[in-house]
T-cell receptor, first 113, second 110 residues
Framework: NAGVTQTPKFQVLKTGQSMTLQCAQD?????MYWYRQDPGMGLRLIYY???????DKGEVPNGYNVSRLNKREFSLRLESAAPSQTSVYFC????????????FGSGTRLTVV | QKEVEQNSGPLSVPEGAIASLNCTYSDRGSQSFFWYRQYSGKSPELIMFIYSNGDKEDGRFTAQLNKASQYVSLLIRDSQPSDSATYLCAVNQAGTALIFGKGTTLSVSS
């Protein structure tokens, strides 16, 4: 089983460029999430989707947009990348939003220069 | 703002010892509590979850929850060098996304 698949694994962007991080899960989970992880800051929630058709802001949503394309896919878009968005991005999914543990993707290491 | 606090460490223990990792949370409405392990350069993986006050054991791991004190801990018995990693505590209420602590780095020396 693939679990949660993120693409790309690495990316370098120039300031002002845009890009979309892709995430897909094959576990029939209802809920999907995007977190960023910075040294000393832990995992911080950017956006989440409790179910297909819904999205909600997390702790650090500024500069990002998301799309829950279908039950399997949840993408994160950076419209105009900034150096402050240099981070490791993790997508995760769970059966429901709440009492279920998350399965994480392998992460995308993004550098904005 | 809801917070989850962990001592960043590093926590150093010798092989075979018990490692004790602690976590406190600010939201009294929190209902679900999780421990994730993250090796350097890898993604977090779930190792334990607990919902009720008391202890929950799974192999060498024991999670302890005290809702009155807003405290959750993870004990690792017979620690092995392969347990060396960062351990993330996470909590949430029903219907909300997990809030993670910043993690505690554990180093087990052989």
């Amino acid at each position: 089983n693939a679990g949660v698949t993120q693409t790309p694994k690495f990316q370098v962007l120039k300031t002002g460029q845009s890009m979309t991080l892709q995430c897909a899960q094959d576990m029939n989970h209802n809920s999907m999430y995007w977190y960023r992880q910075d040294p000393g800051m832990g995992l911080r929630l950017i956006y989440y989707s409790a179910s297909e058709g819904t999205t909600d802001k997390g702790e650090v949503p500024n500069g990002y947009n998301v799309s829950r394309l279908n039950k399997r896919e949840f993408s994160l878009r950076l419209e105009s990348a900034a150096p402050s968005q240099t981070s490791v991005y993790f997508c995760a999914s769970s059966a429901t939003t709440g009492g279920d543990g998350y399965t994480f993707g392998s992460g995308t290491r993004l550098t904005v220069v | 703002q809801k917070e989850v606090e962990q001592n960043s460490g590093p926590l150093s223990v010798p092989e075979g010892a018990i490692a004790s990792l602690n976590c406190t949370y600010s939201d009294r409405g929190s209902q679900s509590f999780f421990w994730y392990r993250q090796y350097s350069g890898k993604s977090p993986e779930l190792i334990m979850f607990i919902y009720s006050n008391g202890d929950k054991e799974d192999g060498r791991f024991t999670a302890q929850l005290n809702k009155a004190s807003q405290y959750v801990s993870l004990l690792i018995r017979d620690s092995q060098p392969s347990d060396s990693a960062t351990y993330l505590c996470a909590v949430n209420q029903a219907g909300t996304a997990l809030i993670f602590g910043k993690g505690t780095t554990l180093s087990v020396s052989s």
